[in-house]
């Protein structure tokens, strides 16, 4: 087979890049659409969103630790696809899946007996920790089936096609809403009120319903295979390497979220209130800006692959600047927004005067996470899995903890722990560009 050319051009990049970013938002969407329904619900809704909000970052920490597997799984099938041997790659999907459900069940049974204690170390308590415990014990079952989701979108993403993942993606994310209208608040003598517990189920179903679809989809329009197959891939070990490194870097980046919301819990339930509606927004915006990093991760690699430096080098400046119009669209639109967006989540007086106090740290900091976002999703198809590690261990150590405990030193409050999340931002988004310019740039004819 010979080497395939990848055509570089605002068509082909935002062919990917749109896709990725429908399918990107879904992902949050799931969880911000819990934290708006949860917030406003009639009975204990500051409590059942401090909930929400504990739980909900917990399993994220859970999700994006074992869920490296599908940058992985991308950046070595891009990778063949661009040197034309794609066919060599057939059998490792299979087995790479097969490793990270087995490790998700294992670590999904390991929580399950000690999840209250988990829960106070998060600084949960009282009706707060009742709540936790509830919603995690449904929540948890959506973990191994959301793994799956992910290791195949990593599959079509190595073959270049953002579609059927954007089509999974919003399945599930609209489903998600429409259960949670259903379940959280009731049909009048139809269904009783589920309250938190109704999220829970609505989020799990959702799930459910993705990882079928992605099944179908991967045997209907692919030849992936999903039988396991031996001997061992050659390359299964590459792939476990490189999904270490990006579980340690996972490991530092939820140290990072999961300290910022225990430092939240102990300030009071309204902070904790309040700082959730910011991450999940946080997180959204993340992942809609992410959407030219899964484009720069899919082409990247195929580029690597091809040894087309120039293409590379033009490629990383193309996806950046839309990268960073978007998000200046979001910018303007948060500012003209910013009241409306707290009332979606909550209609709580108190939380909203919280959130509305530390939402502009997170508005202006879109532009400088964007740079962060973009080229993280670049390195990953390129293999780079080493030095993220090593970039997000230095932002979370150096960075982000002592000026987190700095904060909380001078009391500043939430203040502290949204500054120390733009200073995280920004050392991650200068130690990328100098890697690329420092790599790449010697490289080019």
Known sequence: MSVQKTAINFKTINKLAIPATIAGIAEPLLSITDTAIVGNIPVDGVESLAAAGIVGSFLSMLIWILGQTRSAISAIISQYLGAGKLDKVQTLPAQAIFLNISLSILILLSTIFIV????KLLNASGKILQYCISYYAIRVWGFPLTLFVFAVMGIFRGLQNTYWPMMIALVGALLNVLLDVILVYGIEGVIAPMYLEGAAWASLIAQAIMAIMAFVLLLTKTNISLKLKFPLHDELGR?????????????????????????????GDKYIAAHTIALNIWLFSAFFIDGYGAAGNIMGGRLLGAKDYNGLWFLAKRILLYGLLVSLVLVLFGFLFYYPIGRLFSNETVVLQTFYAIFFIVILGWPMNTMAFVL??????????????????????????????????????????????????????????????????????
Do not use: C, H
């Open 116 to 119: 209250e204690d988990i829960f």
């Open 239 to 267: 792939l476990v390497i490189m999904s270490l490194n990006l579980f340690v870097r996972a490991i530092a980046l939820n140290t990072a979220l999961i300290l910022a919301v225990r430092e939240a819990t102990a300030l």
């Open 376 to 445: 993280d999703g670049l390195f990953k198809g390129l293999g780079e899995m080493k030095y993220l590690r090593n970039t997000l261990l230095t932002a979370t150590f150096l960075g982000f903890i002592p000026v987190l405990f700095l904060g909380k030193y001078l009391n500043w409050g939430l203040y502290g722990i949204w500054i120390a999340f733009t200073v995280w931002m920004l050392i991650r988004g200068l130690a990328l560009v100098w890697k690329f310019r420092s790599k790449f740039r010697p490289l080019l004819s």
